[in-house]
């Protein structure tokens, strides 16, 4: 019973009618209420005299009532929708903090409910750990009953995101899906590269091998300098391959090198070319500097030195 208390029973004269108005009246928004419908037992109404009653009512004159059909209750402020052909929803705009077990929660109050799961990939920054990519899939025993919990739940507010909910075309949706995942496995496989930072400004490369070349084979080690040539505070480890990379990381997060605890993260593919434009200012800037000095010492010309009587010329 609903709390409160009030049901109604609805007889059709066909079969066929009764089973349409279920599938697509079905948890469908009242007001601020869902309608919440069941099959009623087929002695609902005991004795045939209430059942001869009911059936009669159609026959009485009624002119200023209109009958309704079902179609006509749909289209009520809205037009009516496509059939879902398919039992599996495909749900959008999750936020991003929304679990497997919260989507599976707001829809399985719903009939026909079978499962959820908010789909997810490999945190790059936490290995071992998942992110959401915002969106799910709900899936549901018959077509009906998924037509019906679209109507009911497309629109929905789950941990303050309004659901956008469609039916599933598992071929579009798969492709999407594969997309995606294609996406975030390149990104994932392309990290070899460990950013250390809070590195003791006393530490080389040699230091810096010597520590990470243990849990895999290095393609290079570089250690940023400034103008000066005095470190700049942080390095880069770059690993022949990514899971080189992620044991390193993993294993060496909480290392102290030489009194100072390392900060490692995997370096963006925009740091790396921020950086490689540093080292090639710095060695045009090197280049220069040196040149300004080789034109100070040869640059200062012929001087004269008088030595007694005589005039001498002496290069400089």
């Known amino acids: 019973?609903?709390?409160?208390?009030?049901?109604?029973?609805?007889?059709?004269?066909?079969?066929?009618?009764?089973?349409?108005?279920?599938?697509?009246?079905?948890?469908?928004?009242?007001?601020?209420?869902?309608?919440?419908?069941?099959?009623?037992?087929?002695?609902?109404?005991?004795?045939?005299?209430?059942?001869?009653?009911?059936?009669?009512?159609?026959?009485?004159?009624?002119?200023?009532?209109?009958?309704?059909?079902?179609?006509?209750?749909?289209?009520?402020?809205?037009?009516?929708?496509?059939?879902?052909?398919?039992?599996s929803l495909f749900v959008r705009n999750l936020n991003f903090s929304t679990s497997t077990t919260r989507l599976a929660e707001a829809f399985q109050s719903l009939d026909g409910f079978v499962s959820a799961r908010v789909k997810t990939k490999m945190d790059p920054k936490k290995p071992g750990q998942t992110l959401s990519m915002g969106f799910g899939f709900v899936e549901f025993r018959t077509k009906s009953q998924a037509q019906a919990a679209l109507k009911v739940m497309d629109g929905h507010v789950l941990d303050d995101h309004a659901l956008a909910v469609k039916?599933?075309?598992?071929?579009?949706?798969?492709?999407?899906?594969?997309?995606?995942?294609?996406?975030?496995?390149?990104?994932?496989?392309?990290?070899?590269?460990?950013?250390?930072?809070?590195?003791?400004?006393?530490?080389?490369?040699?230091?810096?091998?010597?520590?990470?070349?243990?849990?895999?084979?290095?393609?290079?080690?570089?250690?940023?300098?400034?103008?000066?040539?005095?470190?700049?505070?942080?390095?880069?480890?770059?690993?022949?391959?990514?899971?080189?990379?992620?044991?390193?990381?993993?294993?060496?997060?909480?290392?102290?090198?030489?009194?100072?605890k390392l900060v490692l993260d995997f370096a963006e593919a925009e740091a790396v070319d921020a950086e490689e434009e540093i080292a090639k200012m710095q060695k045009k800037v090197g280049g220069q500097v040196n040149k300004v000095a080789l034109q100070q010492l040869t640059g200062r010309g012929r001087t004269r030195v008088n030595i007694g009587n005589e005039n001498d010329e002496m290069e400089g």
């Open 167 to 260: 039916a599933s075309h598992k071929g579009h949706d798969a492709a999407e899906e594969r997309r995606r995942e294609d996406k975030a496995k390149r990104a994932a496989g392309q990290r070899t590269k460990i950013i250390i930072k809070n590195l003791p400004f006393q530490a080389t490369k040699k230091d810096i091998r010597s520590l990470f070349g243990t849990y895999g084979q290095l393609r290079s080690v570089r250690l940023p300098k400034k103008a000066d040539y005095t470190p700049r505070g942080f390095a880069f480890a770059d690993f022949v391959t990514p899971r080189e990379a992620e044991n390193a990381l993993n294993a060496l997060r909480d290392t102290h090198l030489l009194g100072r």
């Open 1 to 87: 019973m609903p709390p409160s208390g009030t049901i109604a029973i609805v007889q059709f004269t066909q079969p066929n009618h009764a089973k349409s108005a279920f599938g697509k009246l079905a948890y469908r928004r009242i007001g601020d209420s869902v309608l919440f419908l069941e099959k009623a037992p087929s002695d609902i109404f005991r004795g045939g005299d209430q059942l001869d009653q009911a059936v009669s009512l159609k026959d009485r004159p009624a002119p200023t009532v209109q009958n309704l059909s079902v179609n006509d209750l749909l289209s009520r402020g809205d037009k009516p929708e496509d059939d879902v052909d398919t039992t």
